[in-house]
C-alpha cells in the first residue's frame, strides 16, 4: 500500500511545484518584464530553490516559452469564423493582443527566444505552436477561397501571411506601440497583404 500511494504523492509534490513557478513567473514577468526579472525572484516568489526551478526550466527564456505557452496555445484550438478574412486573422492574434497590451516587451523576448533561445522543452513547444498557427492561418485562406482552392496549396502564402503577422507583432513590442494602436496597425498590415498595397485608382492608372 505505501508503494502504490508514495509515487502518487510524489507527483503531487511535483506538479504543486510547477504550478507555483508558473504562477511566479507569470506574475513577474507580467508586472516587471522580462528583462528585469532574475530566475532568482522567481525561485523565491515559488518558494522554491533555484536548484528546484532549473529542473522545470532551463533558463529564464525557457521560464518565459512556459509562461507564454499556457496563454498562446489558445491561439491554435480554434478557427475563427467573423465572415471576414482580415478580421478572422487578427481575432486569430487575439492572444498575442492581449499578451502586447500587458507588457509589450515580453512579446520580443518571447520571439527571440523562440528563435535563438536555448534548446529545450519550453522553447520546442513554442515552436511547434507558431507552425500550428501557419497552419491555421492556410485553413482561414481556404475557408475564404473557393471550393477547389487546398489548405496544402496555400501554405506559400500562408507563411507570407504568417510572417506579416508575427513580424507586426514583435515590432510593435519592440517599439513598446500602444496596444490601442497594435491591433490596428495589424489590422492595416493584414489588408494589405491580402488586398494589395494599392488603392483601386492607383491600380487602373498603372
Request: aromatic share 6%.
Amino acid at each position: 500500500m505505501t508503494r502504490s500511494r508514495e509515487p502518487g504523492r510524489r507527483e503531487l509534490n511535483k506538479a504543486d511545484k510547477q504550478r507555483r513557478i508558473y504562477a511566479a513567473a507569470l506574475e513577474l514577468f507580467s508586472r516587471h518584464g522580462y528583462s528585469t526579472v532574475t530566475t532568482q525572484e522567481v525561485a523565491d516568489l515559488a518558494e522554491v530553490g533555484t536548484g528546484t526551478l532549473f529542473r522545470y526550466a532551463r533558463s529564464k527564456g525557457e521560464l518565459l516559452c512556459m509562461v507564454a505557452n499556457e496563454e498562446f496555445r489558445a491561439m491554435v484550438e480554434t478557427v475563427p469564423d467573423t465572415g471576414d478574412p482580415v478580421d478572422d486573422l487578427v481575432t486569430l492574434c487575439e492572444p498575442l493582443l492581449v499578451a502586447l497590451d500587458r507588457q509589450p516587451e515580453n512579446i520580443a523576448a518571447y520571439h527571440r527566444e523562440t528563435l535563438f533561445g536555448e534548446p529545450g522543452p519550453h522553447r520546442a513547444e513554442a515552436q511547434r505552436i507558431l507552425e500550428e498557427l501557419r497552419e491555421l492561418i492556410a485553413v482561414v485562406l481556404a475557408g475564404h477561397s473557393d471550393s477547389s482552392t487546398t489548405e496544402d496549396s496555400l501554405a506559400g502564402p500562408a507563411q507570407t501571411v504568417f510572417d506579416v503577422l508575427y513580424m507586426t507583432i514583435v515590432r510593435c513590442g519592440v517599439e513598446r506601440s500602444p496596444a490601442s494602436n497594435s491591433r490596428a496597425a495589424l489590422t492595416e498590415q493584414v489588408r494589405h497583404v491580402l488586398y494589395g498595397v494599392l488603392p483601386p485608382a492607383a491600380t487602373e492608372s498603372a
